[in-house]
């Protein structure tokens, strides 16, 4: 069995800050842990507004607080989240996500991610990137 707390993952390098400055993830489950997939709580900070696109990831997110919008860029449709929220981006769907308040959400991977991705230049994560250490 494997037993976490978030403050205890915060402290531990388990949570990464997007150089960018519109998120924060503390990876509670991992590549490593070996589960097929990895989950992550993230905060979205007031006022990003950021293009993603998980072309080797899918993703669900689930909204504990806040409000904000997901924009799904091939049709331009707008969903807006709200505590309660599930999103599923089940088809590499290439989006934006906009905070109006801060949003804490409970984000799933699959494949799992390894610790430290940060998004690239496309808005995606990389299949392997560097592993966090415990």
Same mark, same amino acid.
């Given at each position: 069995?494997?037993?976490?707390?978030?403050?205890? &993952?915060? @402290?531990?390098?388990?949570?990464?800050?997007?150089?960018?400055?519109?998120? %924060?993830?503390?990876?509670?489950?991992?590549? =490593?842990?070996?589960?097929?997939?990895?989950?992550?709580?993230?905060?979205?900070?007031?006022?990003? =507004?950021?293009?993603?696109?998980?072309?080797?990831?899918?993703?669900?997110?689930?909204?504990?607080?806040?409000?904000? /919008?997901?924009?799904?860029?091939? %049709?331009?449709?707008?969903? *807006?989240?709200? *505590?309660?929220?599930?999103?599923?981006? =089940?088809?590499?769907?290439?989006?934006?996500?906009?905070?109006? @308040? /801060?949003?804490?959400?409970?984000?799933?991977?699959? *494949? *799992?991610?390894?610790?430290? /991705?940060?998004?690239?230049? @496309?808005?995606?994560?990389?299949?392997? &990137?560097?592993?966090? @250490?415990?």
């Amino acid at each position: 069995m494997i037993v976490r707390q978030l403050q205890e &993952a915060e @402290e531990s390098g388990r949570k990464i800050v997007d150089p960018k400055g519109n998120w %924060d993830s503390t990876r509670m489950l991992l590549k =490593d842990d070996n589960m097929g997939f990895s989950f992550h709580i993230t905060t979205i900070y007031k006022g990003a =507004d950021f293009q993603m696109h998980y072309q080797n990831h899918l993703e669900s997110v689930y909204c504990m607080s806040g409000k904000g /919008e997901v924009e799904t860029l091939d %049709d331009g449709k707008v969903y *807006p989240i709200t *505590p309660g929220t599930l999103y599923i981006l =089940d088809k590499h769907d290439k989006h934006v996500l906009r905070a109006f @308040e /801060e949003m804490k959400m409970a984000c799933v991977f699959n *494949p *799992p991610l390894t610790g430290k /991705e940060v998004h690239n230049a @496309e808005g995606a994560y990389e299949l392997e &990137a560097e592993k966090i @250490e415990e």
